[in-house]
């Protein structure tokens, strides 16, 4: 009797252990999967402004600020490279190879920003395309 007594605590502690882990990685995952859908999404709209920006001034004939415009968003996506390349060995190869054509095009038209950091981690990002 006091052996199925045990046995029966056991069980149900077992059961709200299982639910209880199910509810938390339930909820983990929902929460994590929301982050990174507005992390998504405000990338997306800072993209679009910067288009929508970049074209305006194409169609002013303000070119050289049209191009600074997109030289300044290109700096901003190269960045999250610098860090080192994530992803399977297809996403990574096809980073490298879109960071070799960034490094072709920046040789032909080189950039420097008045931040110093900001070149750097460019460069870094730049480098990776030879790893």
Partial sequence: ??????MS???IF?????????????ITMHFASLFYIDGSI????V????NIAALQNIR????????EILEAALDGNLIRYSFGLRG????????KSTLKTVKDYRKKYPR??????IDEAVGRALAKADE
């Avoid at 009797?1 to 045990?6: D, E, G, R, T, Y």
């Avoid at 405000?42 to 709209?45: G, N, P």
């Avoid at 993209?47 to 910067?50: A, G």
Wanted: proline share 2%; no cysteine.
């Fill in 42 to 45: 405000l990338q997306d709209v």
């Fill in 60 to 67: 002013e004939g303000k070119i050289d600020h049209a191009t």
């Fill in 14 to 26: 077992l059961i709200g252990a299982l639910t209880g882990g199910a509810a938390g990685a339930y």
């Fill in 88 to 95: 399977s060995r297809h996403l990574r190869q096809t980073v």
């Fill in 112 to 117: 420097s920003t008045k931040y110093p950091e």
């Fill in 9 to 11: 605590v056991a069980l």
């Fill in 1 to 6: 009797m006091k052996v199925k007594k045990i």
């Fill in 47 to 50: 993209s679009i402004k910067q």
